[in-house]
């Protein structure tokens, strides 16, 4: 589904990504970790599309097709989804109306018409009560003066409404409090399904608890340094980065 | 012969149809004079050094327009908030429109200011009030005073709230080739009362209007006033508004600004303090395309302790526009614990679009809580991407984030169809067409 070649990305010609490959299949869930500075968020933001990042060499494909000139809105319409690190707060549009426009640019781009306001109305009834999140907080401005875990919760909330194939959870665990953590990764869990895939981006071991990856990888310092299964996250939470760190010098 | 030349000597002519007796005729009279010694602005004053009149002095301008002209209301209603009920002093070319509007004399006196100015029962309301906070020597000022005749007059007495809000609309017909329109409106809600106006001038065609308008607004003790004014005029309509409000304990004024259109737009703002624990608010959405200009003059003077006054104006500069904020806030030594805040937030959308932000702090009492904050920027890099991903455009992206940030300022406002109203023109300005209702 998603399969990344020898990715190299620079940000002002200081290179980050040196060389990612992964392959991410449908139905599969995958856990990136790794310390600080290492590239996961950069990861994240270049297959998203931000153009802050420069790819210098490889390349982002997403069934089949190349993304390097597909914008960022034309990759949420192929289904990719970024849950953010900081979502960026909006005052003055509503979670309603921003959802109502994205939901509504997705179908204009597939040649669809307008959802209808009825079935929109449902759509966010329903998918709200899965991140049990309050009515009243859909009518406030997006994001502003959110909890961190309010905003957490509103990233799945919309990862929920636009089904994507690929969605990649930036440290949505940061931030989060036991209770938020458990609805956000109920929320992921219900959502999952054969179709599509889930790259979870985190430092901890925690939230591995409740999504339970399929494949585990390391990533330092712009690299992939080490691949297994859940296992790993385990050892990494025991032994930290250390090991691996020198492990990859060696 | 220049416009002041023949405004003094128009000057005659007009004092043929007034009542020369009544003492307001002599505040006329000194005004006049006070004109003559000054005459128009120049950019050579600090206060003008971003606007200049002088093309606008130029065109050859009709002082007294014709009489009877007359409008449809299917012409107009789209200018007024029709989707409620209000009161409204209409006028056409200058000239009140009765069968356009709809005064009141019940409990409150929502009329007409020929009537104040000529009528005996309000000559004691007249003495009192007639131009006692308006300028005296600033030049555009005095030259609305000398022709003051027309324009609207609201006197909310002690404890009294109209059952509506006042809508005051001026509609320029094209039937001058140019018209110059100098109304004069006086608005006194008295202890504890109330009132919600709205504001619009409206050329109909693409002749030449310039409307030198004088508000003055007497707020009592404990007096509420909202002050909403509708700027989205004809690319040939200039207006020069100058509000000069008088506040008590107590009260609590705001004045929106809603700047969307016209070729020159001049406010000049300004709230004067005269008691303890009040509230002035100014608010303003300024959005510009073209060659419009718009220039943002306001003051605050803190001549009492224990007040506060928040601005903040918000500014969208498209294609060739200019913009000005000049923000003047005054702390008296007498005004301790005033807490006074500015803010003014521009975003240029074009590179040829100019705003020059100036914010002008005189504070001589040392127990005080002053902020002001200018910026001028572009669309934040990391909002757009973050809409983006969500799959909206990134032209509809810039557009909504442009929408968000003017539509924020409208929370203060507690019309509910005027807010609706302005989040559309907004919208329309900024060639939203986002897929929601606003």
Redesign the interface.
Known sequence: MLEIKDLHASVEDKEILKGINLEVKAGEVHAIMGPNGSGKSTLASVIAGKEEFEVTKGSVALDGEDLEEVAPEERAHKGVFLSFQYPVEIPGVSVTNFMKTAINESRKAKGLEDMPAKDMLKLIREKSELLEIDRKFLSRSLNEGFSGGEKKRNEIFQMAMLEPKVAILDETDSGLDIDALRIVANGVNKLKSKDNAVIVITHYQRLLDYIVPDFVHVLHNGKIVKSGGKELAMELEEKGYDWIKQEATV | MDLKEKLISSFMAFENNVDIEHPVHDIRTEAIKNFETKGFPSKKEEAWKYTSLNSLQKIDFSIFPKEDNALEYKDVKRYSIHEIDTYKIVFIDGIYSSYLSETTHDGVDICLMSSALTKPMYRQVIDVYFNKVASKDESLTTLNTAFSREGAYIYIPKNKMPKKPVEILHFATGNEASLLLQPRNLVIVEENAEVQIIERHQSLTTNEVLTNSVTEIFAAESAIVDYYKIQNDANTASLIDNTYISQKSKSNVKVHTFSFGGKLTRNNLNFYQDGEYMDSTMKGVTILGEKQHVDHHTLVHHQQPNCESHQDYKGIYGENSTGVFNGKIIVDKIAQKTNAFQQNNNILVSDKATINTKPQLEIFADDVKCSHGCTIGQL????L??????????K??RA??M??????VLESVRIPEVKKRINKLIAKKLGVN???DL
């Open positions: 934040d890099e990391d909002a991407f973050y809409l983006q991903s969500r799959g909206i455009p990134k509809e992206a909504l984030l929408y968000a940030f003017a539509n924020n986002l897929g929601f």
